[in-house]
């Protein structure tokens, strides 16, 4: 790639025709406490056994570990298997910019073409890109999938979505002539709402978005929603933030699903504080040409040998931009290796144990809560590992800090996303955790009650 520097006289006559004086005045909108300090701030150089003082000072802040957690809301904790942090951190697979080229990375293509097929088990949907940068940016270019194949403007998005990846899907969409509408749950199952689904669809909706388990853990009915959806010809759109549900629930194509896309952290990757994640996106074949990203496909050469290409890349880098179909420049490669070799050691046993105690446990502590006077599980059926609870006597917040003092992140409240909701706790639970762990859990519970 070529770098072209600029000279003082050039960024003299750039900030001239753009009508500013000082660069930093082209970041004024970045609030103050979020931009970055002055350069000139920096302290002066560490010596080595300085430097790795210092890490080990910063690192001895971090007490997650000290801490029985059940906390969720998009990012889950799974067992990992050490083959998975071994091989995924060799140097081959850590270092390449672009791993795709055929002629030196048949290694890579492989690896992210066995993940692509595993993705399409566990959906039971015909093609898997190879990943996209996170959960809710791949959801939101499902959005614009949706959008292009249909060729309507118009996308219902289910108000059980996660908060988080709604406002990607609105930053996506804001400056497009997309029209978007939310779908309401209904209050008494936590489903959404489908005598309200079906006063809005009509012939203009390209796609009904929802989430399933969605965000207050609830398993949605996704061929009535599907069945619904399609009777306006739109599409059917299910989005996943915890990837283990896959391993668990019958897959999306049995409820005429069209496209799953979603978040599969779950699949191998540490909670990293925030990332690197991984996005994913399955579909049936008929979206084959418009997905977005990268989808590496199976061929022979001359000599008939089996090798791996990217095939039917209609990115920006390949033909005309306004043809291609990928708002995405780079991906998560590195995280769809490493999510390939997870669940290639779990194998389909393995992981389907996991993902059965994940739901045990979450059950487990669903039928002890019960007898508890001053908490409330508030849906009892239909869920899989997250389970949403409300606190009787008090603020979710108080509830959470009593808790805490005992070692223990009983969950996240959900004011975090919807400020008017201050006695509501969303709890995770998974496999790693153990019944002991969760009887300490009801048993703190027991005494703030």
């Known amino acids: 790639m070529r770098f072209l520097p600029l000279t003082d006289a050039a960024r003299e006559e750039i900030k001239k025709a753009i009508g500013i004086k000082d660069s930093k005045e082209l970041f004024k909108s970045i609030p103050a406490d979020k931009s970055f300090f002055d350069l000139a701030a920096l302290p ?151 005598a309200d689904l079906t006063s809005k669809l009509n012939d203009q909706t390209a796609a009904l978005v929802f989430q399933s388990p969605n965000f207050l853990g609830v398993v949605e009915d996704s061929a009535a929603l599907a069945q619904a959806a399609h009777q306006q010809r739109a599409y059917a759109v299910q989005a996943v933030t915890e990837a283990m549900s896959l391993a668990y629930l019958r897959p999306a194509a049995d409820f005429a699903v069209d496209v799953v896309a979603g978040e599969a952290q779950s699949f191998g990757l540490s909670l990293g504080f925030g990332g690197p994640y991984l996005g994913f996106m399955t579909a049936r074949e008929e979206f084959l040409r418009q997905m977005p990203g990268r989808i590496v496909g199976q061929t022979k050469d001359l000599d008939g040998k089996r090798g791996y290409v990217l095939t039917l890349s209609t990115r920006e880098q390949h033909i005309k931009r306004e043809k291609a179909t990928s708002n995405i420049c780079s991906n998560e490669a590195w995280c769809a290796l490493r999510a390939g070799m997870y669940l290639a050691t779990m194998g389909k046993d393995g992981l389907a144990l996991a993902a059965r105690d994940s739901h045990l446990h979450a059950a487990y502590f669903v039928a002890k809560a019960a007898k508890l006077k001053r908490v409330k599980v508030v849906y009892t059926k239909n869920f899989y590992n997250e389970v949403l609870l409300e606190i009787r006597k008090g603020t979710a917040e108080a509830f959470l800090a009593t808790l805490k003092k005992k070692k223990i992140l009983a969950g996240v409240p959900l004011s975090w996303f919807y400020p008017a909701v201050g006695n509501r706790v969303l709890l995770a639970f998974s496999e790693v955790q153990r019944c002991a762990d969760i009887d300490r859990l009801l048993l703190a519970m027991g005494e703030h009650s």
């Open 44 to 194: 002066s150089a560490l010596s080595e056994p300085e430097l790795i003082a210092e890490f080990k000072a910063l690192g001895r802040k971090n007490s997650f570990q000290e801490y029985l957690s059940f906390l969720g809301a998009g990012a889950y904790a799974h067992f990992i298997p050490e083959v998975v942090a071994y091989l995924s951190a060799k140097g081959e697979f850590v270092t390449p910019y672009t791993p795709y080229q055929p002629e030196v990375s048949q290694g890579n293509l492989q690896a992210i073409f066995e993940y692509q097929t595993m993705m399409t088990m566990l959906t039971g949907l015909d093609v898997a890109n190879a990943s996209l940068y996170d959960g809710a940016t791949a959801v939101a270019e499902a959005v614009l999938l949706a959008v292009r194949k249909s060729g309507r403007q118009r996308v219902l998005l289910a108000d059980s979505l996660h908060p988080e990846t709604m406002a990607v899907v609105r930053t996506y969409t804001q400056n497009l002539p997309i029209e978007l509408a939310t779908v309401a749950v209904n209050e008494a199952d936590g489903r959404v709402d489908l």
